[in-house]
């Protein structure tokens, strides 16, 4: 089957990500319609493709040559794009980030559901190699994970998340914090039962933050002694000036303790893990990228006859749980997360 995709608004990671995947996976996917607020872009792109231009988001999703959009920036658009597909019943692939707030997501899930459509939001970390190697492990020599520790490091003009939902906050930090909570809760495979949080306002002043630290508590799962726990820092308080500071000395971007060892990953593909035979390292690079495993789940997921809306669910609840440390910050207490 192979999907014939409207493309709206072009992200970040277009060019690294996106358009390499597409051109590997030219057998599953063809690009039909290209939008984007940059009219000249679009063209370009479109020629690129052997797709057309077109000027409004409403007319790609109506297109009865498109099966399904691809919503890599909402900039301009927000979430309108997602209505649209949901009014012409067409899946959606969203690796945008949304200004919403609680209720505007919630309220945008809703209209999902009711539209019965495949929507999948786009969660790099849970299909990086480092990611799933690491799940072997843990299933294997590991063990059951205890202690999480996941840390975002940027400079503070560094706007490069591209996630499904996102807090309407303005703060730099809520993408990529949205994505480090799915993350752990993906590798944990459980729900967090209360999460603290502490934030640091900044050196601008206002609302925006420039420093997010989450302690969550999880459930326990099957076959585990205790309550994995995760810490989650995320900042973006060096400044564009100092950017040579970003990488110094920069933490793994997750640290793992487990039962039977501990393993520290660096996305995508880097793993070093110790259990009792001493130190391991491995490199992942020659597995599939994460760009082609991304649009491979998608193509998989709007083949099957089964609805799956655990994407949805999935980038519904880590904004949440975000918003609930953002909360526990304000109010200086402990959030029930159930």
């Not at 000395?249 to 060892?261: I, K, M, N, S, T």
């Not at 070093?272 to 082609?292: K, T």
Request: net charge negative.
């Amino acid at each position: 089957m192979k999907l014939r995709l409207g493309v709206i608004g072009l992200g970040n990671h277009w060019a690294s990500r996106h358009m390499p995947a597409l051109r590997a996976l030219s057998d599953r996917f063809e690009v039909r319609a290209v939008c984007d607020p940059v009219s000249h872009r679009a063209q370009q792109l479109a020629t690129q493709l052997s797709a057309r231009s077109v000027d409004s988001f409403r007319e790609v999703a109506f297109a009865e040559d498109v099966d399904a959009v691809l919503l890599l920036s909402a900039r301009w658009f927000g979430s309108l794009p997602i209505v649209a597909a949901c009014e012409a019943g067409k899946a959606v692939y969203c690796g945008a980030s949304l200004e919403l707030n609680a209720q505007e997501a919630a309220a945008l899930r809703e209209q999902v559901r009711e539209a019965g459509i495949a929507f999948m939001a786009e969660f790099p970390c849970r299909l990086a190699p480092a990611t799933l190697r690491l799940q072997e492990l843990m299933a294997t020599k590991l063990g059951p994970p205890r202690l999480l520790f996941c840390n975002h490091r940027h400079t503070a003009d560094q706007q490069n998340g591209n996630h499904a939902l996102n807090g309407a906050s303005g703060d730099v930090n809520m993408p990529q914090t949205v994505e480090m909570v799915d993350w752990c809760r993906y590798l944990v495979g459980t729900e967090p039962r209360s999460v603290m949080g502490m934030a640091n306002p900044g050196s601008t002043g206002g609302s925006a933050q420039d420093y997010l630290l989450m302690l969550l508590d999880f459930e326990k799962p099957e076959n585990a002694h205790s309550r994995p726990q995760a810490q989650i820092a995320c900042g973006s308080y060096v400044r564009h000036t100092w950017s040579e500071a970003t990488a110094f000395r920069r933490p793994a971007d997750l640290q793992v303790v487990c039962e039977r060892g501990i393993a520290f990953v660096d996305l995508p593909s880097s793993l070093v893990w110790f259990d009792s035979a001493g130190q391991h390292m491995e490199s992942l690079d020659s597995e599939r990228p994460v760009g082609e495993q991304l649009l491979l789940h998608f193509h998989r997921q709007v083949a099957s006859l089964l609805l799956k809306s655990a994407s949805l669910e999935d980038a519904y609840r880590a904004m949440s749980i975000v918003i609930a440390a953002q909360q526990s910050h304000k109010e200086g207490r402990r959030i029930d997360c159930g």
